[in-house]
Protein backbone atom coordinates (compact mmCIF):
# COMPACT_ATOMS: atom_id res chain seq x y z
CA UNK A 1 0.00 0.00 0.00
CA UNK A 2 1.74 3.41 -0.61
CA UNK A 3 2.23 5.38 2.14
CA UNK A 4 3.05 9.32 2.75
CA UNK A 5 6.16 10.51 1.89
CA UNK A 6 7.29 14.18 1.60
CA UNK A 7 10.28 13.58 -0.25
CA UNK A 8 8.35 11.90 -2.94
CA UNK A 9 6.49 15.21 -3.43
CA UNK A 10 7.46 17.88 -6.02
CA UNK A 11 8.72 21.69 -4.45
CA UNK A 12 4.68 22.43 -2.54
CA UNK A 13 5.16 22.56 0.62
CA UNK A 14 7.84 25.05 1.67
CA UNK A 15 11.04 27.65 0.63
CA UNK A 16 9.22 30.55 -1.21
CA UNK A 17 12.17 31.41 -2.47
CA UNK A 18 13.26 34.82 -3.18
CA UNK A 19 13.17 35.20 -7.55
CA UNK A 20 10.39 32.92 -8.87
CA UNK A 21 8.67 32.71 -12.14
CA UNK A 22 5.35 31.57 -12.91
CA UNK A 23 4.51 30.06 -16.38
CA UNK A 24 1.13 28.88 -17.71
CA UNK A 25 1.14 27.04 -21.32
CA UNK A 26 -1.44 26.17 -23.42
CA UNK A 27 -0.82 23.03 -25.45
CA UNK A 28 -1.40 23.21 -29.52
CA UNK A 29 -3.47 20.56 -29.53
CA UNK A 30 -2.32 20.02 -33.47
CA UNK A 31 -1.40 16.20 -32.96
CA UNK A 32 -1.97 14.88 -29.70
CA UNK A 33 0.58 12.03 -30.12
CA UNK A 34 3.10 13.87 -30.85
CA UNK A 35 2.03 16.31 -27.63
CA UNK A 36 2.05 13.43 -25.87
CA UNK A 37 5.19 11.90 -26.58
CA UNK A 38 7.02 15.30 -25.70
CA UNK A 39 5.44 16.08 -22.66
CA UNK A 40 6.60 12.17 -21.63
CA UNK A 41 10.28 13.54 -22.66
CA UNK A 42 10.01 16.79 -21.05
CA UNK A 43 8.64 14.87 -17.72
CA UNK A 44 11.59 12.97 -17.50
CA UNK A 45 14.65 15.57 -18.81
CA UNK A 46 12.84 18.24 -17.00
CA UNK A 47 14.11 15.87 -13.43
CA UNK A 48 17.51 15.56 -14.96
CA UNK A 49 17.56 19.74 -15.46
CA UNK A 50 16.52 20.19 -12.31
CA UNK A 51 19.45 17.53 -10.47
CA UNK A 52 22.12 19.59 -12.61
CA UNK A 53 21.38 22.62 -11.75
CA UNK A 54 21.18 21.62 -8.50
CA UNK A 55 24.77 20.58 -8.71
CA UNK A 56 26.11 23.41 -10.92
CA UNK A 57 24.24 26.17 -8.03
CA UNK A 58 24.57 24.28 -5.32
CA UNK A 59 23.57 27.38 -2.64
CA UNK A 60 20.44 28.46 -4.68
CA UNK A 61 17.64 26.45 -3.37
CA UNK A 62 16.49 26.12 -6.69
CA UNK A 63 12.66 24.20 -6.18
CA UNK A 64 10.64 23.41 -9.12
CA UNK A 65 6.82 22.24 -9.47
CA UNK A 66 5.12 21.47 -12.73
CA UNK A 67 1.54 21.13 -12.99
CA UNK A 68 -1.25 20.17 -15.25
CA UNK A 69 -4.78 21.25 -15.47
CA UNK A 70 -7.57 19.08 -16.20
CA UNK A 71 -7.67 19.92 -19.69
CA UNK A 72 -4.57 18.84 -19.86
CA UNK A 73 -4.49 15.65 -18.17
CA UNK A 74 -7.92 14.76 -20.54
CA UNK A 75 -5.58 15.53 -23.86
CA UNK A 76 -2.29 14.41 -22.82
CA UNK A 77 -3.59 11.10 -20.33
CA UNK A 78 -7.46 10.58 -21.92
CA UNK A 79 -7.06 6.54 -20.56
CA UNK A 80 -5.66 7.00 -17.22
CA UNK A 81 -7.62 7.93 -14.04
CA UNK A 82 -7.53 11.57 -12.96
CA UNK A 83 -7.29 12.54 -9.20
CA UNK A 84 -10.04 12.73 -7.79
CA UNK A 85 -10.75 16.67 -7.14
CA UNK A 86 -8.83 17.44 -10.56
CA UNK A 87 -11.81 19.98 -12.20
CA UNK A 88 -11.62 22.84 -14.87
CA UNK A 89 -11.96 26.26 -12.74
CA UNK A 90 -15.02 27.90 -14.18
CA UNK A 91 -14.90 30.74 -12.34
CA UNK A 92 -16.27 32.05 -9.02
CA UNK A 93 -19.04 35.42 -8.74
CA UNK A 94 -20.06 37.00 -5.83
CA UNK A 95 -22.73 40.48 -4.82
CA UNK A 96 -19.49 42.40 -6.79
CA UNK A 97 -17.01 40.95 -7.77
CA UNK A 98 -15.43 38.24 -9.80
CA UNK A 99 -12.94 35.79 -9.83
CA UNK A 100 -12.00 35.08 -13.64
CA UNK A 101 -11.15 31.22 -15.00
CA UNK A 102 -7.99 31.88 -17.21
CA UNK A 103 -6.48 28.93 -20.48
CA UNK A 104 -3.41 27.38 -19.00
CA UNK A 105 -2.60 23.30 -19.51
CA UNK A 106 0.66 23.19 -17.83
CA UNK A 107 1.90 25.18 -14.86
CA UNK A 108 5.59 25.59 -14.16
CA UNK A 109 6.46 27.16 -10.41
CA UNK A 110 10.33 27.87 -10.50
CA UNK A 111 12.25 29.57 -7.57
CA UNK A 112 16.11 29.79 -6.47
CA UNK A 113 17.77 32.92 -4.68
CA UNK A 114 19.37 33.72 -8.01
CA UNK A 115 17.55 35.13 -11.15
CA UNK A 116 20.12 33.10 -13.39
CA UNK A 117 19.37 29.80 -11.84
CA UNK A 118 15.77 30.56 -12.67
CA UNK A 119 16.28 31.70 -15.78
CA UNK A 120 18.39 28.24 -16.65
CA UNK A 121 16.03 26.70 -15.54
CA UNK A 122 12.76 27.84 -17.57
CA UNK A 123 15.27 28.32 -20.75
CA UNK A 124 16.34 24.52 -20.55
CA UNK A 125 12.76 23.24 -19.88
CA UNK A 126 10.92 25.74 -23.07
CA UNK A 127 13.64 23.55 -25.35
CA UNK A 128 11.37 20.68 -24.67
CA UNK A 129 7.92 22.40 -24.38
CA UNK A 130 8.26 25.41 -27.13
CA UNK A 131 7.01 23.46 -30.23
CA UNK A 132 4.03 22.21 -28.53
CA UNK A 133 3.01 25.00 -26.38
CA UNK A 134 2.23 28.95 -26.40
CA UNK A 135 2.88 30.90 -23.31
CA UNK A 136 -0.19 32.11 -21.51
CA UNK A 137 1.14 34.43 -19.01
CA UNK A 138 4.93 34.31 -17.56
CA UNK A 139 4.64 36.23 -14.48
CA UNK A 140 8.42 37.05 -12.54
CA UNK A 141 8.17 37.41 -9.08
CA UNK A 142 10.38 38.26 -6.18
CA UNK A 143 10.68 38.27 -2.40
CA UNK A 144 10.49 42.08 -0.57
CA UNK A 145 11.44 43.26 2.49
CA UNK A 146 11.13 41.15 5.21
CA UNK A 147 8.55 38.90 3.42
CA UNK A 148 5.98 41.36 3.02
CA UNK A 149 3.71 41.40 0.42
CA UNK A 150 3.45 44.41 -2.05
CA UNK A 151 0.94 45.78 0.00
CA UNK A 152 3.50 46.27 2.72
CA UNK A 153 1.74 43.34 5.47
CA UNK A 154 3.90 39.94 6.20
CA UNK A 155 2.24 37.57 3.64
CA UNK A 156 1.89 34.10 4.73
CA UNK A 157 1.22 34.56 8.86
CA UNK A 158 -1.87 32.37 8.36
CA UNK A 159 -0.06 29.19 6.26
CA UNK A 160 0.89 26.56 8.16
CA UNK A 161 4.61 26.29 10.11
CA UNK A 162 6.83 25.02 7.71
CA UNK A 163 6.98 21.82 9.69
CA UNK A 164 3.51 21.46 9.66
CA UNK A 165 3.10 22.13 6.10
CA UNK A 166 3.22 18.80 4.06
CA UNK A 167 0.17 17.59 5.33
CA UNK A 168 -2.01 20.17 4.40
CA UNK A 169 -0.42 20.26 0.87
CA UNK A 170 0.25 17.17 -0.20
CA UNK A 171 -2.74 14.20 -1.31
CA UNK A 172 -2.69 11.19 1.03
CA UNK A 173 -4.36 7.73 1.39
CA UNK A 174 -7.51 9.12 0.39
CA UNK A 175 -6.34 9.18 -3.33
CA UNK A 176 -3.86 6.26 -3.36
CA UNK A 177 -3.17 6.09 -7.21
CA UNK A 178 -2.68 10.37 -6.27
CA UNK A 179 -0.63 9.79 -3.02
CA UNK A 180 2.16 12.85 -2.61
CA UNK A 181 0.77 15.11 -5.65
CA UNK A 182 -0.97 18.57 -4.81
CA UNK A 183 -3.67 20.52 -5.95
CA UNK A 184 -1.64 23.65 -6.87
CA UNK A 185 -4.66 27.20 -7.61
CA UNK A 186 -2.77 29.79 -9.34
CA UNK A 187 -4.35 33.62 -9.90
CA UNK A 188 -2.72 36.42 -10.45
CA UNK A 189 -3.90 40.20 -8.71
CA UNK A 190 -3.05 43.35 -9.81
CA UNK A 191 -3.36 46.22 -7.41
CA UNK A 192 -4.45 49.74 -7.71
CA UNK A 193 -1.53 50.76 -5.27
CA UNK A 194 -2.36 54.24 -5.35
CA UNK A 195 -5.37 53.78 -4.04
CA UNK A 196 -3.80 51.55 -1.21
CA UNK A 197 -1.69 53.80 -0.62
CA UNK A 198 -3.98 57.07 -0.48
CA UNK A 199 -5.67 54.94 3.07
CA UNK A 200 -4.53 55.43 6.30
CA UNK A 201 -2.50 52.76 7.91
CA UNK A 202 -5.48 52.43 10.27
CA UNK A 203 -7.69 51.81 7.45
CA UNK A 204 -5.36 49.53 5.95
CA UNK A 205 -4.99 47.14 9.19
CA UNK A 206 -8.95 47.25 9.44
CA UNK A 207 -9.03 45.75 6.12
CA UNK A 208 -6.15 43.03 6.23
CA UNK A 209 -7.36 42.40 10.04
CA UNK A 210 -3.41 42.81 11.55
CA UNK A 211 -1.15 45.63 12.50
CA UNK A 212 1.09 45.90 9.84
CA UNK A 213 4.19 46.85 11.60
CA UNK A 214 4.65 43.73 14.12
CA UNK A 215 1.78 41.73 12.13
CA UNK A 216 -0.11 41.04 15.35
CA UNK A 217 -3.66 39.85 14.98
CA UNK A 218 -6.23 42.65 15.71
CA UNK A 219 -8.88 41.53 17.71
CA UNK A 220 -12.17 40.40 15.78
CA UNK A 221 -14.19 43.67 16.98
CA UNK A 222 -11.16 46.15 15.42
CA UNK A 223 -11.77 44.31 12.01
CA UNK A 224 -13.81 45.20 9.27
CA UNK A 225 -16.26 42.47 8.32
CA UNK A 226 -14.68 41.85 4.68
CA UNK A 227 -11.16 41.93 6.44
CA UNK A 228 -9.02 39.62 4.14
CA UNK A 229 -8.21 37.22 7.38
CA UNK A 230 -11.78 37.04 8.05
CA UNK A 231 -13.02 35.92 4.65
CA UNK A 232 -10.29 34.00 4.22
CA UNK A 233 -10.56 32.30 6.78
CA UNK A 234 -12.01 28.33 6.36
CA UNK A 235 -13.85 25.95 8.85
CA UNK A 236 -14.94 22.52 8.50
CA UNK A 237 -17.03 21.39 11.25
CA UNK A 238 -15.53 23.93 13.71
CA UNK A 239 -11.54 23.22 12.49
CA UNK A 240 -9.55 25.74 10.80
CA UNK A 241 -8.45 24.19 7.36
CA UNK A 242 -4.94 25.42 5.99
CA UNK A 243 -3.24 25.70 2.80
CA UNK A 244 0.37 26.37 1.64
CA UNK A 245 0.65 29.60 0.22
CA UNK A 246 3.71 30.55 -1.62
CA UNK A 247 2.56 34.16 -3.03
CA UNK A 248 5.08 36.38 -3.91
CA UNK A 249 4.76 40.06 -5.64
CA UNK A 250 5.65 41.10 -8.82
CA UNK A 251 5.70 44.24 -10.42
CA UNK A 252 6.59 46.60 -13.54
CA UNK A 253 7.06 49.50 -11.63
CA UNK A 254 7.39 52.01 -14.82
CA UNK A 255 3.96 50.89 -16.04
CA UNK A 256 2.68 51.24 -12.49
CA UNK A 257 1.24 47.48 -13.12
CA UNK A 258 1.81 46.09 -9.80
CA UNK A 259 0.73 42.83 -8.06
CA UNK A 260 0.37 39.52 -5.83
CA UNK A 261 0.63 35.89 -7.69
CA UNK A 262 -1.05 34.01 -5.56
CA UNK A 263 -0.71 30.23 -5.50
CA UNK A 264 -1.94 28.10 -3.23
CA UNK A 265 -0.84 23.85 -2.75
CA UNK A 266 -3.43 22.14 -1.55
CA UNK A 267 -4.07 18.16 -0.14
CA UNK A 268 -8.08 18.93 -0.73
CA UNK A 269 -8.96 21.37 -3.74
CA UNK A 270 -12.41 21.88 -2.04
CA UNK A 271 -10.24 23.90 1.12
CA UNK A 272 -9.12 26.08 -1.37
CA UNK A 273 -12.07 26.66 -3.33
CA UNK A 274 -14.26 27.06 -0.33
CA UNK A 275 -11.86 30.17 0.89
CA UNK A 276 -11.89 32.06 -2.79
CA UNK A 277 -15.88 31.32 -2.41
CA UNK A 278 -15.87 33.12 0.92
CA UNK A 279 -13.32 35.21 -0.36
CA UNK A 280 -15.68 36.53 -3.21
CA UNK A 281 -18.71 36.12 -1.39
CA UNK A 282 -17.93 38.19 1.33
CA UNK A 283 -16.54 40.46 -0.83
CA UNK A 284 -13.11 40.50 0.80
CA UNK A 285 -11.37 44.17 1.21
CA UNK A 286 -8.31 43.36 -1.31
CA UNK A 287 -10.93 42.75 -3.80
CA UNK A 288 -12.06 46.43 -3.74
CA UNK A 289 -8.36 47.58 -4.85
CA UNK A 290 -7.41 44.87 -6.87
CA UNK A 291 -7.78 43.54 -10.54
CA UNK A 292 -7.77 39.52 -10.79
CA UNK A 293 -6.25 38.52 -13.73
CA UNK A 294 -6.09 34.69 -14.19
CA UNK A 295 -7.39 31.91 -12.31
CA UNK A 296 -6.83 27.96 -12.82
CA UNK A 297 -6.21 24.91 -11.10
CA UNK A 298 -3.82 22.42 -11.73
CA UNK A 299 -3.04 18.85 -10.42
CA UNK A 300 1.22 18.61 -9.58
CA UNK A 301 2.07 15.14 -9.24
CA UNK A 302 3.95 13.06 -7.48
CA UNK A 303 7.83 12.73 -8.65
CA UNK A 304 6.45 8.86 -8.98
CA UNK A 305 4.26 9.44 -11.06
CA UNK A 306 6.13 12.43 -13.52
CA UNK A 307 8.36 9.11 -13.87
CA UNK A 308 5.06 7.35 -14.45
CA UNK A 309 4.41 9.56 -17.42
CA UNK A 310 7.91 10.01 -18.53
CA UNK A 311 7.33 6.04 -19.47
CA UNK A 312 4.03 6.27 -21.39
CA UNK A 313 2.26 4.42 -18.67
CA UNK A 314 -0.57 6.89 -18.50
CA UNK A 315 -2.22 7.59 -21.92
Keep these: MSTVNPGKAQDV ?12 LKLKREN ?25 ADQDDLKVSIGFSANAWDWLFPTAAKPAELETFTSLKGPEYTMPAT ?5 LHVRAATEAV ?11 LKDVTTLVDETKGFRYFE ?17 DAADYAIVGDEDP ?11 KWVHEMDVWEAMKIEHQEKAVGRHKFNDLELDDEEKLPNAHNVAAKVEIDGEEQKIVRMNVPFSD ?9 FIGYARHWQVTKLMLTQMVEQSDFLLTFSRL ?14 AEIADGNLN
Design 293 to 306: QSGQLFFIPSRDLL
Design 118 to 128: VYETVTQFMYF
Design 13 to 24: WKDVGRNVDFIV
Design 253 to 261: AASGKTGTY
Design 103 to 107: EGDIF
Design 147 to 163: GRAIIGFIDGTEAPAIE
Design 177 to 187: EFINGSYAFAQ
Design 32 to 56: QADEQAAIQEFADRSQAIIRSLRIR
